[in-house]
């Protein structure tokens, strides 16, 4: 699920990014994998594109959810970025079969998972009941399967994303008798870190006014819900994903060295939250200078300057005509109550013409890529 608040971030993060990055390195090499559950193993022979991610990758879409609910098929959601690009990919390499990991809702805590070998840490917030974010605390894989319990297009147990996906790049396939041969990778998480923070910033100035009429983020209310997402974002949330995002990549890094395709971040609510073109512009700034420099096979495809041509600019008309085209934001059909603009407050992920130009944007980024 996509989101909106992010920002640059300080040199010291890229600090810790690189040091807890190189302690994973070190781990890797003398951990033995058994995950015991291999659910996402391909079943032909060929080659594989794997898919990491949230809803984004998944191909979630609101309207179908609703429509189909509570019988969600993973059919229901296949005209998603991952199998537009792996038309693409096939058209140049033959008999390619997606592997979609994807779960929609995933955090950056979540697909890395518990393991601590693999960068994550044991949980400290409960998954029952529901919380009305999933907070830094909460390690717990996937919640859209493993606790509302809806399948997925490649379904795994207790395990999480990243250790499903070790699974799949040094388990024997079962056809072959040999390792898969996995031709690109693809990855995007932190939207959801995102809306978990916008989430925490509402409730804790609601309480601030509804205790003392007042809030160090600002003087009213929705001043100091923006107030408190820029300074969550800042010293926070960007921090926290760019450092997920760099321990995930390290350790598939460990395992692969082929094309891995980094997918950035585009802002579905630029007129919904004042302020966050900016942030989220500065969340795929400070992903460039701070996570790509230490992985030479990991290439960016940034969505921002396509779903919101024009921020940052007089020109407001033509990005929210932008985030109209690529968004669902302006679907009739899944418009919050009350939400503001009114008719342009609707579901955050793209639409099918959306879906394809990030797979259009992916596909140039795998061009790219040196280890293709």
Known sequence: MQATNGSAVSSRTRGRLIGCTMALVLALSALVFAPGAANAQPAPGGPIYMALGDSISF????????ENFPTESPSRFEQGLANFFNKDLSGANKGITAVNLACPGETS???IGENPLLGGQVSTEPTSPPAPYQGLGD?????YHNVDGFPLHAGYGSISQLEDAISVLTEENKVTKKPNVVKAITLNIGSNDELAAIAQCKIEVTEEFEKTGKSKYGFTPEQAVVGCITFTSKNITVPHILANIGDTLGVLDHYYSGPIILLGFYNPDAFVLPGSDALQKGTNEAVEADVLPHFPNVTFANPFPVFNKFALTEKTAKEQAAICKYTEMCNPNVQAPG?????KDGDVHPTIAGYKE???LINAAYNANPAK
């Open 109 to 111: 805590n979540g697909l």
């Open 358 to 360: 990030l797979a259009k």
């Open 339 to 343: 939400g503001m603009p009114a008719g």
């Open 59 to 66: 191909g979630y879409s609101a309207q179908k959810f609703n």
């Open 139 to 143: 390690w717990h894989p996937c919640a």
